[in-house]
């Protein structure tokens, strides 16, 4: 295993991003070619006149009698115009503007801090006056003294009003904790330093972030964590436990999987199952974290077959990241809530994550702050165009997240909803619950079906199922076993396992070592002296804990009364297993004797014929038996008084 400094130096490269532009050099304003600033803090949502500080990190040849000039631009027209401008492909027209002398700046340690007043009322002297509710590019440049451009960058504001309650369109801040299996396929648990560092980047996520947000998390993750044998990730677990308090998570399978390759390859019951497991294993290590259980988040695309068999277990809520919806078409764009197609579906609701956003999350810059302000102002942008076109904004749900789900910078994410969370127009929510529509709402397509499959791996895995179902039954309640095996079975069927056969074959190999633990002795021959009797069979336990088996005898001449139903093989003992019956006939006949599993009746070892010999004689030949041995013990009583009586007249006789 790694060591712990190692882990701490990933940690801290991970948190670290090198700054990346999005178009060449030669298409961006000059004033984008100079060294960049950067942005500690500043002003974002202005209401009213203020006198807004702005600290930023200055290069330091930057010299006192430099000056640091603020350019307010036009508002944006769109989000296409917005996004065009926050990628360097435009530069709008200044509307304002302020210059600052460097000798009128507070300087501190690492930042340099300008105050500009910002007029929402009429524009003055040395101000800058935003007019109209909007977003605002400003792009901030330094001088030297001599006036050549030092340094530059881009930001904006939001001028908004205040709005009342029906204004307000529900937004959230999504975040999705995934990570390969951390389970082997010989069961033990092995995590790995990435997995950690995406374990304390949530967990930092959520420390630092103080509105509503909707989350998910993989089961097997937070098993993984709780159960390993190295107490630096159980610690990790605890931290990540506790910050959950107050929030909801989405329902999610144990590791995630391809539903509609599950549905077309016929594993409705498999795909049952993994839910199930993951539910559980959620209540289980959370208790007291509401899950949010009619709610899917689709990282893979879906059909309309695999939607009907979400809806039957319950699903009536979904959310699409952008990888789900490629093949779907929609009546409406983005932002909009909507409803699959079909009568069937009008109150299944669907959220899809912005796809133009999620990009730029995926790509951020190295300003955490001003990277931050973007994403705010583009999901402010988006509300605007979408409620100004008439769309109502108890329709909207305006979804942030990264392509994936992932949280890869939680400061990034955290300081994206800080400045969303008190924006006038958007209310911050978990959207994981259930949200009402009906037929008025836009449909999104579906396809029919869809072509992927999970290959050769779809026997094996329902083979194995019906296998672990009927073998497991032979092992008590509350057997460990029991669930480390239906664990592995979801890592062989997850999307992202690497090896599938390698947990299918481990698992396959430890329910056949549980089976012949089990021997059976049994006599090869019985013989019954009487109609009515009984068998005796051994039935041996090698394992070192109980296990339990359901004998079964048959035979065509015999009647078996109180067959025992289930027997509890102790460990490492031999158990005797008495079998009452009764004999049709007289002769020689077989008994079957099969032992199998108490789920299903599969067979445990191979079954055992016993030949059984009866020679009981009844009814009327038994009634002339015993006249005639009456007759002949009258007969030889008759014979031996005779005898008797002649012996002793011989003897009277002699004597005379």
Do not use: C
């Amino acid at each position: 295993m790694t060591s712990r400094s190692g882990l701490f130096v990933a940690a801290a490269l991970a948190f670290g991003y090198l700054a990346t532009g999005h178009v060449s050099a030669a298409s961006r304003p000059a004033a984008f070619d100079a060294a960049d600033i950067g942005i500690s803090s500043q002003p974002f949502h202005i209401s009213s006149p203020v006198n807004a500080r702005f600290s930023l990190r200055l290069p330091g040849t930057v010299d006192s009698g430099g000056r640091v000039e603020f350019r307010l631009h036009r508002r944006v027209a769109s989000r296409d115009s917005f996004r065009a401008i926050a990628d360097h492909f435009a530069e709008p027209g200044i509307i304002d503007s302020v210059v600052i002398p460097m000798s009128r700046a507070v300087r501190s340690s690492d930042t340099t801090s300008f105050d500009v007043l910002i007029n929402t009322v009429k524009a003055a002297a040395n101000d800058l006056y935003l007019q109209q509710t909007g977003i605002y590019p400003l792009t901030i440049n330094a001088y030297l003294a001599d006036g050549q451009l030092l340094a530059g960058t881009l930001t904006f504001l939001d001028r908004r009003d205040a709005t009342t309650p029906d204004q307000n369109v529900p937004t959230s801040v999504f975040a999705s904790l995934t990570a390969p299996a951390s389970h082997s396929d010989d069961g033990t648990i092995a995590i790995d330093d990435q997995t950690r560092i995406a374990v304390q980047q949530f967990t930092r996520f959520l420390l630092t972030v103080r509105t509503p947000v909707t989350l998910q998390l993989q089961p097997e993750l937070l098993e993984s964590l709780a159960n390993s044998p190295d107490p630096y990730d159980n610690g990790l677990f605890e931290n990540l436990r506790s910050v959950l308090t107050g929030h909801g998570i989405t329902i999610a399978p144990y590791l995630p999987i391809d539903v509609a390759a599950f549905v077309h390859d016929g594993l409705g019951s498999e795909l049952t199952a993994q839910i199930d497991l993951g539910e559980r294993t959620l209540n289980r290590l959370l208790p007291g974290v509401t899950i949010h259980r009619s709610t899917w988040v689709a990282h893979d695309s879906l059909d309309q077959i695999s939607v009907s068999a979400l809806s039957r277990l319950g699903i009536n809520s979904f959310i699409m990241l952008p990888g789900s919806v490629e093949e779907t078409q929609r009546e409406s764009s983005a932002g909009y809530l909507s409803r699959p197609s079909g009568s069937a579906n009008s109150t299944m609701s669907l959220i899809s994550v912005d796809e133009a956003l999620a990009s730029t999350i995926d790509s951020p810059g190295d300003d955490t702050v001003r990277e931050g302000i973007r994403i705010a102002a583009e999901v402010l942008a988006r509300r605007d165009e979408l409620v100004a076109e008439g769309g109502s904004p108890n329709d909207i749900r305006l979804m942030v997240a990264s392509s994936t789900g992932d949280i890869s910078d939680p400061e990034l994410m955290a300081s994206a909803a800080s400045r969303l969370s008190n924006a006038p127009g958007i209310s911050l929510q978990d959207l994981g619950g259930l949200q009402a529509v009906n037929e008025r709402f836009p449909a999104t397509v579906f396809p029919a079906t869809t072509d992927r499959t999970l290959g050769g791996l779809a026997s094996p895995v329902s083979q194995t199922r019906r296998e672990l179902a009927a073998i497991g039954s032979m092992l008590p309640d509350e057997d460990p076993r029991r669930a480390t095996w239906n664990e592995l079975l979801a890592v062989a069927s997850a999307a992202n396992t690497a090896n599938p056969s390698n947990y299918i074959n481990s698992l396959r190999s430890e329910l056949r070592r549980l089976t012949s633990a089990v021997t059976l002795v049994t006599p090869e021959t019985v013989t019954l002296s009487s109609r009515n009797g009984s068998i005796r069979l051994q039935l041996r336990n090698a394992e070192d804990t109980s296990l339990l088996v359901r004998v079964a005898v048959s035979s065509p001449k015999v009647t078996f009364s109180a067959q025992p139903d289930v027997v509890e093989l102790l460990p490492g003992s031999t158990t005797d297993v008495k079998i009452s019956l009764r004999a049709r006939t007289n002769g020689r006949f077989p008994i079957n004797v099969r032992v199998l599993t108490p789920g299903d009746r599969v067979q445990v070892v191979s079954p055992a014929v016993i030949t059984a010999r009866v020679t009981a004689v009844a009814g009327l030949g038994q009634l002339i038996s015993i006249t005639l041995l009456l007759v002949l013990l009258a007969w030889w009583w008759s014979s031996r008084r005779r005898t008797q009586r002649a012996t002793g007249a011989e003897g009277t006789v002699s004597d005379q």
